[in-house]
C-alpha cells in the first residue's frame, strides 16, 4: 500500500484536459515538494515535474502541476495518444517511510 | 549524454545470491546520489535507499534494511544493488535513479532513470 494516494485510472480523449489528483499527510506532502513521473509502458519513470510544478527542459507546457497543503495535482491540456502513461507523484515522507514516498500510480488512458 | 544503463534480466532460485549494477556516464558521478527503486510486477514504485559515491554513505528505507545492500565502485561509476539470499518476494524490476538537488530552491528529484532490470526469484 502506497503512502501517497491516486486514483488508479483515469481517461481522456484527444484533445482533452484530465486531472491526475495525489492526496498525502502533513508529514509528506504538506512539509515538502512534490514531484511526478510519467511512466511509458514497458520503460522507465522519466521526470516531468519538480519542485511542485516546474518542468524540466523538454516537457511540454501542456503538463501543468500544482501543490495545495496536503494534496497534489496533474493536469495534462491537449491531450495526446502518446501521454497514455502510468503517473506518480512522490514526495519525502516521514522518517517513518523513509526520505521519499510514491503514489501508486496513475493509469491514463487515452481513448 | 547523462545517463545510468544497468545490468541485464536475471533469474534465480530462492535462497540464491545476486548484486546488480548501475553504471553512470556522461556526468560526476561521485558528485550525486544514487537511489534504488523497486517496481513488483504490476504496482507502484518503492524508494529502497540511495548512497553517496563519493563516501558511500549510504541510507536505507526502513522496508528494506537489512535486506540487501547497497555498494558503489567509484573507480568504474558504478552502483550496485546486493542480496544475499534471494526470495520469491523480491522478484520485481529495480530502477537506479541520480538524485538531483535544485540550489536555487533546496529542492529534489530523481532526474536520470536507468532502464531497470528485471528480476525473476522462482524455484
Known amino acids: 500500500q502506497s503512502v501517497l494516494t491516486q486514483t488508479p485510472s483515469a481517461s481522456g480523449t484527444p484533445g482533452q484536459r484530465v486531472t491526475i489528483s495525489c492526496s498525502g499527510s502533513?508529514?509528506?506532502?504538506?512539509?515538502?515538494?512534490v514531484t511526478w513521473y510519467q511512466q511509458l509502458p514497458g520503460t522507465a519513470p522519466k521526470l516531468i515535474i519538480y519542485?511542485?510544478?516546474q518542468r524540466p527542459s523538454g516537457v511540454p507546457d501542456r503538463f501543468f502541476a500544482s501543490k495545495s497543503g496536503t494534496s497534489a495535482s496533474l493536469t495534462i491540456s491537449g491531450l495526446q495518444s502518446e501521454d497514455e502513461a502510468e503517473y506518480f507523484c512522490a514526495s519525502r515522507g516521514s522518517n517513518l517511510n523513509g526520505p521519499w514516498v510514491f503514489g501508486g500510480g496513475t493509469k491514463l488512458t487515452v481513448l | 549524454e547523462v545517463q545510468l544503463v544497468q545490468s541485464g534480466t536475471e533469474v534465480k532460485k530462492p535462497g540464491e545470491s545476486l548484486r546488480i549494477s548501475c553504471q553512470g556516464s556522461?556526468?560526476?558521478?561521485?558528485?550525486?546520489?544514487i537511489a534504488w527503486v523497486r517496481q513488483m510486477p504490476g504496482k507502484g514504485l518503492e524508494w529502497m535507499g540511495l548512497?553517496?559515491?563519493?563516501?558511500?554513505?549510504?541510507r536505507y528505507s526502513p522496508s528494506f534494511q537489512g535486506q540487501l545492500t547497497i555498494s558503489t565502485d567509484n573507480s568504474i561509476n558504478t552502483a550496485y544493488l546486493q542480496w544475499n539470499s534471494l526470495k520469491a518476494s523480491d522478484t520485481a524490476m529495480y530502477y537506479c535513479?541520480?538524485?538531483?538537488?535544485?540550489?536555487?530552491?533546496?529542492?529534489?528529484?530523481?532526474?536520470?532513470w536507468g532502464q531497470g532490470t528485471m528480476v525473476t526469484v522462482s524455484s
Open positions: 519542485d511542485n510544478d
Open positions: 548512497i553517496w559515491p563519493g563516501d558511500s554513505d549510504t
Open positions: 535513479a541520480r538524485h538531483v538537488v535544485y540550489y536555487s530552491t533546496g529542492t529534489d528529484a530523481f532526474d536520470i
Open positions: 556522461g556526468y560526476n558521478f561521485g558528485g550525486y546520489w
Open positions: 502533513s508529514s509528506d506532502i504538506g512539509s515538502n515538494t
